[in-house]
């Protein structure tokens, strides 16, 4: 009898074993098994038998112990097709001869790997993925590409956008090491799910999924095979997988390529602090006890001076500066948390008349605000600007959310005078030189309705380029009235002292 209930609990201990989860599309996944992987469940059949002990010393047992390193939890996910072609290989050859290269990209990226592996495991998503950025940025945050792709997984404005990526006057979202790594994963999760091939994903990635569609559809219609090596691809997205197979054949081997790895350790390098205030920049910084440099690497999607708690409700702080920030942040008495606000511009100005209304030394407003010279600031633009007293509220969550700086291309003008011709009125002059009839009025010190007598000296102020389209009119109307005037026959001059002939062709430009 104890024989049989001892069969029973082998039994019971089995199944559990066995136990499954949902996966994504409701099936059951074994725990610690790739979603995508859904083998077939084996049910015992016939009598249940005893385990002999040399059969338990066989069975494979799931190892308890945490990966020593981060590399080594990397190494263990590794879920995706290999791929091993001759581009691959001339990947690997250019990794390996910049070791230099190779260990500032790798040193760079301790700060933000951990918490994409967090996200990949969690997600059952293959960890070659958290080494994307490697191709994408070289773990660079601030990383822009001359098609404006930004942050560690290089995000365009419109794709940034679709996926709930802000970009305003604040904060650049596509920089964000939480926003961006949460986007970019959701991005491939679909990507996954419409192509169910992650080398197809990964292009659609670089190349966009309609262009990857459509190359698919072409093989499909020619009769050729419609996996990433078959498809006809631009050079740069042909590359793009065996880039990544490249770093993860050398971070899965480094001794055989030579390449050292600095240890990162398996733990996290940050964590997040919740703000329910606005806050400079350079005070948080002060009161975590870190470097402004290091607290920039972590919250590189901040673009002012101020950190506005309606829109960036937390902030990121290597692990033990987090403790010392929340501990100073309590004690703080030294003054505002936040010396900048923000002002939203009621009509169209220059940057002269805002520093003028805001109290500001116009360079100092251009510098904080990232204004270029020769611009206008346009109605409704918002600017970051002093904050006058501690008294004032906080950002509201709608500017902090949505705030632009729209610019438009600042008009300079010249005073010009011209001379009315006949039955010349202020109305005429100015739909002449597309001004209107009051700023004509106003430089003449006359009525809208006033009229000029012919030959009038009439004052405008117009852009520059009129005014040199004006002037070369004028000219070409005074040499065709001087070679329609007969003249005197000239005294007689040496050839070689002859004027050259002007024609109206030399004064266009």
């Not at 011209?418 to 700023?439: D, H, I, L, P």
Request: charged share 20%; aromatic share 8%.
């Amino acid at each position: 009898m104890k024989k049989y209930k001892l069969l029973a609990l082998i039994a019971a201990l089995a199944l559990a074993g066995c136990a499954t989860t949902q996966g994504p599309d409701g099936a059951g996944v074994h725990e610690g098994q790739s979603a995508q992987a859904k083998p077939a469940s084996v049910i015992p059949q016939g009598p249940l038998s005893a385990i002999k002990p040399s059969e338990l010393s066989s069975q494979s047992v799931a190892s308890l112990e945490p990966p020593p390193d981060l590399w080594s939890r990397i190494r263990r996910g590794f879920a995706m097709p290999p791929l091993d072609n001759d581009l691959v290989h001339q990947q690997e050859q250019w990794y390996a001869a910049r070791p230099d290269y190779m260990q500032r990209m790798t040193d760079r990226s301790r700060k933000y790997l951990f918490h994409i592996v967090e996200e990949l495991e969690r997600r059952n998503m293959p960890t070659e993925l958290a080494l994307l950025p490697f191709v994408e940025s070289a773990f660079n945050p601030q990383a822009v590409s001359s098609a404006r792709a930004a942050g560690m997984w290089q995000f365009m404005p419109a794709t940034g956008k679709t996926f709930d990526l802000k970009q305003n006057v604040f904060r650049d979202d596509r920089r964000s090491v939480l926003e961006s790594t949460r986007a970019a994963l959701d991005y491939l999760q679909r990507l996954y799910a419409q192509f169910g091939d992650w080398h197809l994903a990964l292009a659609a990635y670089n190349w966009g999924e309609g262009n990857v569609a459509r190359a698919i559809a072409r093989n499909q219609k020619a009769g050729l095979g419609t996996g990433y090596t078959d498809l006809n691809l631009p050079n740069e997205t042909r590359n793009y997988v065996p880039k990544l197979q490249a770093v993860k054949n050398i971070i899965a081997s480094p001794e055989q390529f030579h390449a050292e790895l600095p240890t990162i350790e398996n733990h996290p390098y940050f964590q997040s602090v919740s703000l329910d205030r606005d806050m400079d920049v350079a005070v948080a910084a002060r009161l975590a006890d870190v470097e402004i440099d290091d607290f920039k690497a972590l919250n590189p999607q901040l673009k002012r001076p101020v950190i506005l708690a309606a829109g960036t409700p937390q902030i990121l702080l290597p692990w033990d500066n987090a403790t010392v920030f929340k501990r100073n942040y309590e004690a703080y008495t030294e003054g505002k948390f936040a010396t900048w606000t923000a002002w939203s511009t009621p009509a169209t100005m220059s940057v002269t008349e805002a520093a003028r209304r805001v109290g500001m030394d116009e360079n100092e407003l251009r510098t904080v605000n990232s204004i270029p010279p020769r611009m206008l600031i346009k109605a409704g633009s918002v600017l970051i600007v002093p904050r006058r007293n501690d008294s004032q509220p906080d950002v509201a969550s709608h500017v902090a959310d949505n705030a632009q700086l729209d610019l438009a291309p600042e008009v300079i003008t010249r005073r010009t005078v011209v001379r009315a011709g006949k039955r010349e009125s202020v109305s005429t002059v100015a739909t002449r030189y597309r001004v209107s009839a009051a700023q004509v009025a106003e430089w003449n010190h006359v009525a809208a309705s006033a009229t000029f007598r012919p030959g009038q000296q009439v004052v405008l102020h117009l852009p520059i380029r009129t005014v040199a389209h004006t002037q070369v009119r004028v000219n070409t109307r005074n040499v065709k009235q001087v070679a329609a005037r007969p003249t005197a026959k000239p005294a007689a001059r040496p050839a070689a002292h002859a004027a050259p002939h002007k024609t109206p062709v030399q004064h266009k430009r």
